[in-house]
């Protein structure tokens, strides 16, 4: 059972528009959900991370939103940029279990010129 | 301020043997997770070691083992390897306090077995 789902498997987007990607949860434990990149023969990189007290976190170039009662989160990149270009994983855990992370299947995201 | 490092980069084992990997947190991180990422499986949870305790486990066969030390190192050993462990084992090291600190990855053994 895929509790961390994202459903678009590819993603391309023009460099300096707005990149979206999704991700949908159906644990309602689940109550922190993060954001990582990951490029070829590298371990994933944290972005950005949000509680679920929170509907909305940014950082830089970076948002995430989270809407409990669609199980769902999103990450907003603008403006996007090339080396943006990697895949994107959402991930959930349950308070007391963090390191314990759930994630997603990933999303390949092509900026290009 | 160094990352996570993990060693061997990459490792060839024959079916049956066994293998263990090693993992250095980022300096002051006290707790390390183990991950496995395959391509049909995504990335899945193995286990997490906390003031060399094991705090949490995947659903994986008892194969999988880890352990950690007092410097927080920790190494992870597979027993009589089959064909499915290939894959890319991947260490995470957090603070664990507050306990929503996000992991942060190393580069990860690539294990192959024939």
């Known amino acids: 059972d895929q509790q961390v789902k994202q459903n678009s498997p590819s993603l391309s987007v023009q460099e300096g528009r707005i990149s979206i990607l999704n991700c949908d949860y159906t644990?309602?434990?689940?109550?922190?959900f993060l954001w990582y990149k990951k490029y070829p023969a590298e371990g994933p990189t944290f972005l950005i991370s949000?509680?679920?007290?929170?509907d909305k976190n940014e950082d830089g170039r970076f948002t995430v939103f989270l809407n409990k009662s669609a199980k769902h989160l999103s990450l907003h990149i603008v403006p996007s940029q090339p080396g943006d270009s990697a895949v994107y994983f959402c991930?959930?855990?349950?308070?007391?279990?963090?390191?314990?992370?759930?994630f997603g299947t990933g999303t390949r995201l092509q900026v290009t010129l | 301020k160094a990352g996570v490092t993990q060693t061997p980069r990459y490792l060839i084992k024959t079916r049956g043997q066994q293998v263990t990997l090693s993992c250095s947190p980022i300096?002051?991180?006290?707790?390390v997770s183990w991950y496995q990422q395959t391509p049909g499986q995504g990335l899945q949870f193995l286990f997490e070691?906390?003031?060399?305790?094991?705090?949490n486990k995947g659903n994986f066969p008892g194969r999988f083992s880890g352990r950690q030390f007092s410097n927080s190192r920790s190494e992870m050993n597979v027993s009589t390897l089959e064909l499915g462990d290939s894959a890319l084992y991947l260490c995470?090291?957090?603070?664990?306090?507050?306990?929503?600190?996000?992991?942060?990855f190393g580069n990860g053994t690539r294990l192959t077995v024939t």
């Open positions: 995470a090291s957090s603070f664990r306090t507050p306990d929503n600190s996000p992991l942060h």
């Open positions: 644990n309602s434990m689940f109550d922190y």
């Open positions: 949000i509680s679920s007290i929170k």
């Open positions: 991930a959930a855990s349950v308070t007391g279990t963090a390191s314990k992370l759930t």
């Open positions: 300096s002051g991180h006290r707790s």
């Open positions: 070691y906390f003031s060399e305790t094991q705090r």
